[in-house]
T-cell receptor, first 115, second 119 residues
Framework: DVKVTQSSRYLVKRTGEKVFLECVQD?????MFWYRQDPGLGLRLIYF???????EKGDIPEGYSVSREKKERFSLILESASTNQTSMYLC??????????????FGDGTRLSIL | AQTVTQSQPEMSVQEAETVTLSCTYD???????LFWYKQPPSRQMILVIR??????QNATENRFSVNFQKAAKSFSLKISDSQLGDAAMYFC????????????????FGKGTHLIIQP
């Protein structure tokens, strides 16, 4: 089975801190994604990566950056955390393929609170 | 940009009955994929069923089936013989096909439907 592991289930940080959310997948997937999940808004794409050192902005990239130095690891960075970034963050991965119907596999999520 | 609309924030069904969750989407593309994901309380999001837009036949997975109406841009999920374990948030999602990003385009999600199963 595909395993997508997020480093923390719950995280509490302070306003202005630099925050790192880590995600590791074990299926050699080319694609990795970071989503934010808020009640009543569903999931929204923050950033994605289709290869090592490659990244693309999603729908809501403001206030975030990402890093992908190794194929299996994709990090989300909050440069200066703000209270409006309190949310559930979900990492996902999938095989590449322009015409592939391969689904994305999700981690358990990190519930981040910014105080 | 594509949008996905789930018009039912919450649905309730008696155990063993059938329920249908609605999903509509807006796109100008002709080739794409549609997915239903399930997210149980405090648990991982998992794939329920997928549909390729070029396929006319509706996808089925055991008790789960879809009614895909491409012209109407509708993609509803039917759950037959509902079970207590089906209680969850259900998300409809869209992904573009084609060469954009090598297939790495993220999913566009609806806001979700909270499904309650009454024992």
């Amino acid at each position: 089975d595909v395993k997508v592991t997020q480093s923390s289930r719950y995280l509490v940080k302070r306003t202005g801190e630099k925050v790192f959310l880590e995600c590791v997948q074990d299926m050699d997937h080319e694609n990795m994604f970071w989503y934010r999940q808020d009640p009543g808004l569903g999931l929204r794409l923050i950033y994605f990566s289709y290869d090592v050192k490659m990244k693309e902005k999603g729908d809501i990239p403001e206030g975030y950056s990402v890093s992908r130095e190794k194929k299996e690891r994709f990090s989300l960075i909050l440069e200066s955390a703000s209270t409006n970034q309190t949310s559930m963050y979900l990492c996902a991965s999938s095989f590449a393929g322009a015409y592939s119907n391969q689904p994305q596999h999700f981690g358990d999520g990190t519930r981040l609170s910014i105080l | 940009a594509q949008t996905v609309t789930q018009s039912q924030p919450e649905m309730s069904v008696q155990e063993a009955e059938t329920v249908t969750l609605s999903c509509t989407y807006d796109t100008s593309e002709s080739d794409y994929y549609l997915f239903w994901y399930k997210q149980p309380p405090s648990r991982q999001m998992i794939l329920v069923i997928r549909q390729e837009a070029y396929k006319q036949q509706n996808a089925t997975e055991n008790r789960f089936s879809v009614n895909f109406q491409k012209a109407a841009k509708s993609f509803s999920l039917k759950i037959s013989d509902s079970q207590l374990g089906d209680a969850a948030m259900y998300f409809c999602a869209y992904r573009s096909a084609g060469l954009s990003g090598g297939g790495a385009d993220g999913l566009t999600f609806g806001k979700g439907t909270h499904l309650i199963i009454q024992p």
